[in-house]
């Protein structure tokens, strides 16, 4: 059973085929058209995104030549998908746009909600949250009203991830919940999947790593069940990305590489780029600086030339950081500052946070110890917007790290330890070594010798056995020195 379900869209294409050829023979030209967007959405789910837009274009081709306004907007609506998922953001605008024209000119509105709804995920992507929301308030109105529910079920999926961009974990999960539910009474398994990856990150926002997890499994079950191979390859991803997270490396690190093999063999140039920011984190978490360069490094290139400056910011962060651990913060700050700028510019409140920690980081290497407090103070603010706890932990290592140097050693204490004790009721291994190494760090500080000594090699013991080398040879210095 299971092997015949994972050919679910393999058999859609299938099926399609045998309609063109069936229309062939009949010469009927707008069935042949018909059975191209049938069979372009399935090879597109399948992930092969050059098929889709031959048979989309063959469509498109043969609508316009029967004077088939609707057929010609749906083949239009259908290549920005393709274009969208490529990464070409600006082609997928101008081909939702036409397609949008021609449906409301057509007075198809079931037809333009589906281009509205498509416009709405590329703004909610530009930071345009405000936008995106009112849209969604239109198309939901259309297919409540149209009794479209699976339309109404995708367009409250992405309402919800607009709600969880504004920080409001609460709604977003209700959404995703209203469209998992939706999903399911109609059967639509591929959109279970999709509600399941929702309402996983939006656990994973609220700190419940392990609640993230589950679903995220759930969901790439689902994906490789019905063939949607880009979708699992993106469940791949944030597998990776919230074990990374629970200190889970080598975990981290298969999902990262099998995400990897699926993105770059699709061609989706967006989805690599994530991919391999990810496992650029996973080699910098191990203290392989060369391999974590080499992997921000094209995954850098790809960003800049798809325009995306949030997903750019973040990477220019990862070689700001390396440079920094490397013992550079010379060549850090140039690149951090760069990132801040880049993700102002995007409205990425939480990158724009790790930027200025990044900031205070290297400032303090210097002594500059109220230019650093200053960074620290713009960074809790900017994290404070984003809905992602991740910054805000970094913001309260970081703070201590300057408190303390600011001769506010009980502030500072009082912080680590309860950074440290956030990390080990969460399960956050990476987080939990950073607040004892900074803990210990400031034992020594102080003259506590024997203290610091100890927690320091505790560690790294534990850097050691999760594979953390880049802490490890951190606390191995610090060690050193004493």
């Known amino acids: 059973a299971a092997h015949e379900a994972r050919s679910d869209f393999a058999r859609e294409r299938e099926a399609a085929e045998r309609g063109a050829a069936l229309g062939t023979a009949q010469g009927a030209r707008l069935l042949v058209a018909r059975a191209r967007i049938l069979g372009g959405t399935a090879a597109r789910n399948l992930g092969d995104l050059d098929r889709a837009a031959a048979a989309f274009l063959e469509a498109r081709q043969v609508f316009a030549a029967a004077g ?3 057929g010609v907007a749906r083949a239009a609506n259908s ?3 393709v274009a969208w998922q490529r990464g070409d953001l600006p082609a997928a605008r101008r081909l939702y746009d036409e397609a949008l024209t021609t449906f409301r000119a057509t007075g198809d509105r079931r037809g333009a909600a589906q281009a509205l709804n498509n416009i709405a995920i590329l703004l909610w992507q530009e930071g345009n949250l405000k936008g995106a929301r009112e849209i969604y308030g239109k198309v939901l109105a259309v297919y409540r009203e149209t009794g479209n529910r699976r339309g109404l079920a995708s367009s409250l999926s992405n309402l919800g991830m607009v709600q969880r961009a504004e920080g409001d974990l609460g709604q977003a999960r209700r959404t995703h919940e209203q469209a998992l539910t939706l999903r399911r009474e109609i059967g639509e398994r591929q959109g279970e999947g999709v509600s399941l990856n929702n309402l996983a990150q ?3 926002d609220a700190g419940d790593l392990m609640g993230a997890r589950d679903l995220y499994a759930k969901a790439l079950a689902i994906f490789r069940d019905v063939g949607d191979r880009r979708s699992a390859a993106d469940a791949l991803i944030n597998l990776g990305e919230v074990d990374w997270e629970r200190g ?3 975990t981290a690190r298969r999902s990262y590489e099998a995400a990897l093999a699926a993105k770059r063999a699709m061609g989706d140039r967006a989805g690599l780029a994530t991919a391999l920011a990810g496992l650029g984190d996973v080699h910098l978490a191990r203290g392989d600086r060369a391999a974590a360069v080499k992997s921000y490094t094209e995954a850098l290139t790809l960003r800049e030339a798809l325009g995306k400056k949030a997903g750019a910011a973040r990477i220019r962060l990862g070689l700001a950081t ?3 651990e490397a013992g550079n913060p010379a060549g850090a700050e140039p690149l951090a500052r760069a990132a801040i700028e880049e993700a102002k510019a995007a409205e990425a409140a939480g990158v724009e946070a790790e930027g200025e920690l990044l900031l205070a980081r290297c400032r303090l290497s210097r002594g500059q110890v109220a230019a ?3 960074a620290v103070d713009r960074a809790r603010e900017r994290a404070g917007r984003d809905p992602d706890r991740r910054f805000r932990r970094a913001a309260a290592i970081a703070g201590a790290r300057a408190a303390a140097a600011a001769g506010k050693a009980g502030e500072a204490r009082a912080a680590l330890s309860s950074a440290l004790a956030e990390a080990r009721q969460g399960g956050l291994a990476g987080f939990e070594l950073e607040a004892g190494l900074a803990l210990a760090e400031l034992e020594l500080a102080a003259g506590e010798g024997e203290t610091g000594r100890t927690h320091l090699a505790a560690v790294l013991r534990q850097a050691r056995a999760r ?10 210095r610090q060690l050193g020195k004493r």
């Open 79 to 81: 290549l920005g998908i």
């Open 467 to 476: 594979g953390f080398g880049g802490i490890a040879a951190l606390a191995e």
């Open 248 to 250: 889970e490396l080598e």
């Open 68 to 70: 088939d306004r609707a």
């Open 202 to 204: 939006v656990l994973s």
């Open 322 to 324: 390396a440079a920094f």
């Open 372 to 374: 650093a407090l200053q």
